[in-house]
């Protein structure tokens, strides 16, 4: 596929710092949120035809594997993370070879475009998993979504959509107020608030049904846990950072005593990419409401240095090479 279009994710950032214990040599190309248009296929691809306008989740897979088979190929068991393992080149890259097109492309509705698109390769998809599949969110819950990066302001968008009411946490009063314009009902400065897990809990009147740590720190984590109610859910988003070692520690006891389910989520299977693109169809979800700002490929580096500080809103996308 020919790229027009990728988002600079925080996992990129990851990825670029060692986070995940490989070091990455220059000649790498990270990148896994693209959209673009297919130029070439393969002799063996038969759904998938030369100009189709197409996205691809960042996890490729097999297809055909067991957990593939089942419905879960974003757990592939020979699966490939675009650009964040060794030998797979990513996406800030004019073209990209996608292995097994026939499941991993998936064609992007009409008359959207690859930049509003871009954030469908990982952030906003993730937030739909997250919140649809993996917690079931309905109507009339109360959500907390702890930071509000893109795929943090991608899970308040969803969210509201789904009929939930949502408390955005964040350090920064722009991202709440992003988050604010995109559907949040209440908003917690954490900076500014000694007990966030009680704010939570007075904004929601009880607790959040449903809770998200889209971060991956020990703060965001252990706050989104004790801002349940008795027999709410957490969901862990965010990948740690290298100071965790690949773990939080979480309130145990807590868990115990109010039957608080914890759950992880990690990307969407491809075939549920559907249900994203009713919801376009019907109005109730736009992915581009995201998307804060275009760069060139010339400012991806200085882009994810500034993520060291959080120095980044929304999904930046990359639309020329
Ligand atoms: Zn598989
Ligand atoms: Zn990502």
Redesign the pocket.
């Known amino acids: 596929m020919e790229i027009d279009a990728c988002g600079v994710c925080r996992s990129d950032w990851h990825a670029w710092r060692g986070d995940w214990g490989e070091q990455f040599e220059p000649g790498h190309v990270f990148g896994h949120e693209p959209a673009g248009h297919v130029v070439a296929v393969g002799e063996e691809v038969e759904t998938v035809s030369e100009g189709d306008h197409v996205t691809v989740p960042f996890h490729l897979?097999?297809?055909?594997?067991?957990?593939?088979?089942n419905g879960h190929?974003n757990?592939?068991?020979?699966?490939v993370n675009l650009g964040l393992e060794h030998g797979s080149m990513g996406a800030f890259a004019e073209q990209l070879s996608v292995s097994n097109a026939d499941f991993n492309v998936v064609r992007l509705p009409d008359g959207v475009s690859s930049i509003d698109m871009a954030g469908l390769g990982c952030r906003f998809m993730t937030a739909f998993h997250a919140l649809n599949h993996q917690a079931d969110v309905g109507g009339g819950d109360w959500v907390a979504v702890h930071g509000c990066g893109g795929v943090g302001l991608s899970a308040v968008h969803i969210a509201d959509a789904l009929g939930a009411s949502v408390v955005a946490v964040d350090l920064d009063d722009d991202k709440l107020a992003t988050a604010a314009e995109l559907g949040a009902a209440e908003t917690v400065n954490a900076g500014e608030e000694d007990d966030v897990p009680g704010a939570v809990h007075a904004a929601s009147g009880g607790g959040a049904h449903v809770s998200l740590d889209a971060l991956g720190i020990a703060e965001t984590c252990t706050n989104s846990v004790m801002s349940l109610r008795p027999r709410g859910t957490h969901v862990q988003i965010g990948l740690t950072p290298a100071e965790q070692e690949g773990g939080i520690p979480i309130p145990t006891d807590l868990m115990v005593l109010q039957e608080t389910e914890i759950v992880g989520s990690f990307g969407m299977p491809a075939p549920r990419y559907d249900e994203i693109f009713r919801m376009i169809e019907a109005g109730s979800i736009d992915p581009s409401a995201v998307v804060s700002g275009t760069i060139g490929i010339q400012d991806v580096s200085d882009t994810l240095d500034a993520m060291s500080g959080y120095g980044t809103s929304g999904i930046p996308v990359v639309d020329h090479f």
Do not use: A, F, I, V
């Open positions: 897979c097999d297809g055909t594997c067991q957990r593939c088979r190929s757990l592939c068991e020979n699966g």
